[in-house]
């Protein structure tokens, strides 16, 4: 009867760690390199994220590429996320804005018009 004793405390004692770590990683945030993927008419379109997150404010840069290194400006609610970049244009800035659900180490991306790129919807893995 001891046994069970020392045994039952130390069952316990290892679920509540292992329930503490898995609360700790689904927990860590948004922040991180990401890469998105945009899914429109023009085909899909692959970007590199980097998002940083401080409380509910969302910043960071998304690299399209060809030297376009856009910033992030948006917010974190829950698991919902939006934020918008600004892509510069002969014809005046182009923002594109972006809402999406984070789910460990998946964003899945709401529909949306993407400016020039169409419309369609997005997504991202942590990298």
Same mark, same amino acid.
């Given at each position: 009867?001891?046994? !069970?004793?020392?045994?039952?405390?130390? &069952?316990? $004692? +290892?679920?509540?760690v292992?329930?503490?770590s898995?609360r700790? @990683?689904?927990?860590? =945030? &948004?922040a991180?390199?990401w %890469? *998105?993927?945009? /899914?429109? @008419?023009?085909? #899909? +379109?692959t970007?590199?994220?980097?998002?940083?997150?401080?409380?509910d404010?969302?910043?960071?840069? #998304?690299?399209?590429?060809?030297?376009? &290194?856009?910033?992030?400006?948006?917010? #974190?609610?829950?698991? +919902?996320?939006?934020?918008v970049?600004?892509?510069?244009?002969?014809?005046?800035d @182009?923002?594109i804005?972006f809402e999406? %659900?984070?789910? =460990?180490? *998946?964003? +899945?991306?709401?529909?949306? /018009? $993407? /400016?020039?790129?169409?419309t369609?919807?997005w997504?991202?893995? !942590?990298?």
């Amino acid at each position: 009867m001891g046994k !069970r004793l020392v045994i039952a405390p130390l &069952v316990m $004692f +290892t679920a509540l760690v292992a329930l503490s770590s898995s609360r700790a @990683q689904t927990q860590s =945030g &948004v922040a991180g390199a990401w %890469e *998105m993927k945009l /899914s429109t @008419q023009t085909g #899909i +379109t692959t970007w590199q994220a980097t998002f940083e997150q401080d409380g509910d404010k969302l910043g960071g840069e #998304i690299d399209l590429g060809d030297n376009e &290194v856009l910033s992030v400006d948006g917010t #974190i609610a829950g698991a +919902t996320l939006k934020f918008v970049i600004v892509v510069p244009d002969l014809d005046g800035d @182009q923002p594109i804005a972006f809402e999406g %659900e984070l789910s =460990g180490d *998946m964003i +899945t991306g709401a529909q949306g /018009s $993407f /400016s020039w790129y169409g419309t369609g919807d997005w997504s991202a893995s !942590r990298k």
